[in-house]
């Protein structure tokens, strides 16, 4: 119950956040569609607690001691549970951009959520190790799909100056099912049955079901139905987020943005190939593609995902052992939330993209380094023969948290949201879709080698995330962009695309047409 009760009350309180949203932000149309926009946001992101749910639950699941009888404890093991359904989400996010191109924003959300309940089902009634893991990568498939198609869609329907504020929406729903998540499997571990670690993966399939019925009553992204030559769809659509159906005013800026965005599309189409090639094809799409993977591939060398899936293991690392250990990483997974929440209603559309990157990596390279010295300095092995030093574990779990907290206010919500916008519509799906990749290829490969560095070399293995920050870093502030404010059609500003002139001869903020490399293949279905 606790992971449905946790789907209505995120729906609930993203519509009840406009009351709470910054007014001088929202044009008068988007106060008066506010309500619309977070319902669409809300039901949109029910997709990321079927997400937090497998990579939650699985944090707590690892350690019941019901769970560790049936599959061992053996790290490596512990490693492979988590990082398959890592890689089942790269394969997914691979196919996903095709989907969309093919099928829809909408339509392939509903796919990726049927997918969910196949693969959660298998892990519920796993009876051993191959079972489990071949149900963790089923449903890390299907998540992959989502993780890309979702941000897509939030940034395709969101108006400029709330975009930050509800693709951040991402974020916050992520942070609060890992909430639920870590409290249902600190609740579950009083059982004493196998039902101590099959209650928990069972509840993943409520969201998934609810998604799954709730996006049918979604629109579909106006600039798809333009793609794919459904104009009046989209011109309705427009209308339909602009609430113009009995306003002149109203109706006319939803004609004017519907004409940019029609007249903008139809131009990329004219040149548009399906080849992954077009993602470096010229020295813009080269820097719009690095930057995007960069910051997905940035946010996991942050660490926090180490923390997330394996933060029991760290817990222990503190000296704090079984039942403390999770009630600990449940009171961790409150204060994500609570940031996130604060960032986006106040910050990431004032501030911008860059300024919080290069404040969540700088804080980091400290959190991380003075952990790191914590348990270098007062290291435990056996908290019944050596008990951890009180001062150094209250310190120790002070950076923990700290990171959480900077993190929910700056990679977390920022990366999606820049990963997302910063392609023109003709490489967009293709594009999110190779960055979302770059997030689940490297979460994969931290989730193998984390349990096993946390084991054998303790804090050395924190000195790697202090090196990754550091880097991630410099390259932030030398290379990456602000991109606030601005249309998805006039990121060739931002970018230095070459445009092509009106018939006037002259360029029109917002209307530039992307000069895109002419390719055999065009864009059809």
């Not at 928990?200 to 019925?213: E, S, T, V, W």
């Not at 002149?248 to 080849?275: C, F, P, V």
């Not at 990456?480 to 018939?503: H, N, R, W």
Request: overall charge neutral; proline content about 5%.
């Amino acid at each position: 119950m606790g992971v449905l009760f946790n789907t209505f009350i995120a729906a609930f309180s993203s519509i009840g956040r406009v009351s709470c949203y910054p007014k001088s932000l929202l044009s008068s149309s988007q106060n008066r569609q506010a309500p619309f926009f977070l319902g669409v946001f809300a039901v949109a992101n029910l997709s990321r607690k079927p997400l937090t749910a497998p990579s939650g639950i699985i944090a707590s699941v690892l350690t019941m001691s019901r769970f560790e009888t049936r599959f061992g404890a053996d790290p490596s093991i512990q490693g492979a549970i988590v990082s398959t359904f890592s890689g089942g989400c790269f394969f997914g996010a691979a196919i996903a951009g095709w989907l969309n191109d093919r099928y829809g924003r909408k339509r392939t959300i509903q796919f990726g959520a049927s997918i969910i309940l196949w693969g959660c089902a298998m892990q519920t009634g796993g009876h051993n190790t191959a079972t489990l893991i071949l149900g963790r990568i089923i449903a890390g498939f299907a998540i992959g799909i989502l993780s890309m198609t979702v941000p897509l869609y939030n940034t395709e329907i969101a108006p400029p100056k709330i975009r930050g504020f509800l693709v951040g929406l991402t974020q916050e729903c992520i942070g609060i099912g890992f909430l639920v998540a870590n409290w249902v499997g600190y609740g579950c571990q009083f059982i004493d049955s196998d039902a101590s670690w099959r209650l928990p993966l069972g509840l993943q399939l409520l969201p998934a079901a609810l998604l799954l019925i709730g996006v049918q009553f979604l629109p579909y992204s106006p600039r798809w139905l333009l793609e794919v030559g459904r104009d009046e769809e989209a011109r309705k659509v427009v209308y339909l987020l602009h609430g113009a159906q009995n306003s002149a005013e109203l109706e006319e800026a939803a004609a004017e943005e519907y004409n940019e965005m029609h007249d903008t599309i139809k131009a990329e189409i004219l040149i548009r190939s399906r080849k992954i090639s077009d993602l470096w094809a010229t020295h813009a799409m080269m820097k719009r593609t690095l930057i995007s993977c960069a910051v997905q591939i940035f946010t996991q060398f942050t660490g926090i995902n180490i923390i997330s899936y394996f933060g029991p293991l760290m817990w222990q690392s503190l000296g704090m052992t079984g039942g403390k250990a999770l009630l600990m990483q449940g009171i961790y997974g409150v204060v994500g939330p609570i940031a996130t929440l604060i960032f986006i209603l106040f910050i990431v559309d004032r501030v911008g993209r860059k300024k919080p990157l290069i404040f969540g990596a700088t804080t980091f390279v400290a959190t991380f380094s003075i952990v790191a010295a914590i348990l270098a300095t007062n290291p435990v092995s056996d908290t019944s023969t050596k008990p951890a030093d009180p001062g150094a574990q209250i310190a120790g779990i002070a950076m923990i948290f700290l990171t959480n907290i900077v993190f929910s206010a700056s990679f977390g919500p920022v990366s999606w949201v820049l990963a997302s916008e910063v392609f023109p519509t003709s490489t967009r799906s293709i594009g999110t879709s190779v960055a979302t990749c770059c997030n689940w290829a490297f979460n994969t490969m931290l989730s193998q080698v984390s349990p096993i560095g946390i084991s054998n070399v303790g804090y050395k293995f924190y000195l790697v995330f202090v090196c990754c920050n550091f880097v991630n870093l410099i390259v932030m502030v030398v290379f990456f962009p602000e991109t606030k404010g601005k249309t998805l059609e006039e990121m060739a500003e931002v970018f230095g695309d070459s445009i092509l002139p009106d018939a006037q001869g002259t360029t029109n903020k917002g209307e530039d047409k992307i000069l895109e490399p002419e390719s055999d293949t065009k864009y059809a279905h």
